[in-house]
């Protein structure tokens, strides 16, 4: 079974743009996580999709937005981007919203220049 | 307070020797569950063990192994016979509340990086 795919891998842009980010997880899996990981704080809880709802939503302004399609798909979009958002954004999928383990995808990495 | 505390920034062994990575949590959850990760260089979260607050026994996979101690908060991860594909960070992460409420999110220390010497 093909694990949680994340596209692009490698993104660069510039400060005041907007990009977006693609997560398809694990097939039958319907929970789509999504984190950002820096070096200074680490990896911190974004949001949360299930069932094309965000169901949780961590402490990030509101330029940091989401969307989960019917097939669990997922996006996520940061508009007027800042210096400070250059992190590696890692998407997980889990198969339900319980016990179950979160597997990780390979992570895109966003450069804001 | 952190939830999830790791005091060790860096940690080294030498291969075929048994390592234990600490990891300690701070939960007011009677039900949770705990989680460790291994990020390569290349950056993808790998996940190699789980534990939950209910579970009596220790979780084992193959070479990981859990060592859970709920009275002092802790969870750390032994791994045996060190291999140099084992050089890492090693995350530990907390899952808190019942499954499908409103926290289901990890929470994850600040990492450990391993590195096993030949």
């Known amino acids: 079974k093909a694990g949680v795919t994340q596209t692009p891998r490698y993104l660069i842009k510039t400060r005041g743009q907007q990009v977006t980010l693609s997560c398809s997880p694990i097939s039958g899996h319907r929970s789509v996580s999504w984190y950002q990981q820096t070096p200074g704080q680490g990896l911190q809880f974004l949001f949360e999709?299930?069932?094309?709802?965000?169901?949780n939503k961590g402490n990030f302004p509101g330029r940091f937005s989401g969307r989960q399609f019917s097939n669990s798909r997922s996006e996520m979009n940061v508009s007027t981007l800042e210096l400070g958002d250059s992190a590696l954004y890692l998407c997980?999928?889990?198969?339900?919203?319980?016990?179950?383990?979160?597997?990780f995808g390979p992570g895109t990495r966003l450069l804001v220049l | 307070a952190q939830k999830i505390t790791q005091t060790q920034p860096g940690m080294f062994v030498q291969e075929k020797e048994a390592v234990t990575l600490d990891c300690t949590y701070d939960?007011?959850?009677?039900?949770?569950?705990l989680f460790w990760y291994k990020q390569p260089s290349s950056g993808e979260m790998i996940f190699l063990i789980y534990?939950?607050?209910?579970?009596?026994q220790n979780a084992t996979e193959g070479r990981y192994s859990l060592n859970f101690q709920k009275a002092r908060k802790s969870a750390n991860l032994v791994i045996s016979a060190s291999q140099l594909g084992d050089s890492a960070m090693y995350f530990c992460?907390?899952?808190?509340?019942?499954?499908?409420?409103?926290?289901?999110?990890?929470?994850f220390g600040k990492g450990t990086l391993l590195t096993v010497n030949p």
């Open positions: 999709y299930f069932s094309e709802t965000q169901r």
């Open positions: 939960t007011s959850d009677q039900s949770y569950g």
């Open positions: 534990q939950g607050s209910y579970d009596e």
């Open positions: 997980a999928s889990s198969l339900y919203r319980g016990v179950e383990t979160q597997y």
């Open positions: 992460a907390m899952r808190e509340g019942a499954g499908g409420g409103s926290n289901y999110k990890l929470t």
